[in-house]
């Protein structure tokens, strides 16, 4: 695996991260919200996005228009089971969620759930940094690297591997002080 492939597969772990951690609410209203809903419509599990315009008219509601009024019901109803606490107000057009600012217990259990996503972040980027020295040892042992050039190519692995868990470990921090903000 080359030092592009390398950054490019943990570049995509940092991301899955990051939209990991803008599912989480902050006390706003934000349409990546419901990003995580998926809605059985016509026996298919569907994301929810794919059936309705969703939009954020103020700080405080998050409006939802589907395509087709037919799905209106079961869009309610995959936002009530679902594990955000919201409970959707439906008019026959248009589902309207009232984002209630957050509770101090509640900012704090966003927070571990924030520090849940980032550790599953950073197990990932250790995933492939293992598969990576393994397959540098394992290109020693046939001959292909000198033990200079295996120890060195180890090193650059481990770099990268620091500079992407420190990524999100930025990322972090920011989503954290976003959560406690008041």
Partial sequence: MSNKELQSSMHKSVEA???NFNT???GRANTSLLDRISVEYY?????LK???????PDSQTIAIQPFDIGSLAVIEKA???SDLGFTP???????????PPLTEERRKEFCKLASKYAEEGKVALRNI????????KKSEKEGELSEDQCR???DTVQNLTDKFINEIERNLAEKETEILKV
């Fill in 17 to 19: 991260a990051q939209r």
């Fill in 24 to 26: 989480i609410r902050t």
């Fill in 43 to 47: 026996g298919a599990d569907t994301p």
């Fill in 50 to 56: 794919s059936l309705a315009t969703i939009t954020t």
């Fill in 79 to 81: 936002i009530a089971t």
């Fill in 89 to 99: 107000n439906n008019d026959g057009k248009i589902i309207r969620i009232n984002v």
């Fill in 129 to 136: 940094r293992r598969d990576a020295i393994e397959r540098i």
């Fill in 152 to 154: 060195d190519e180890q």
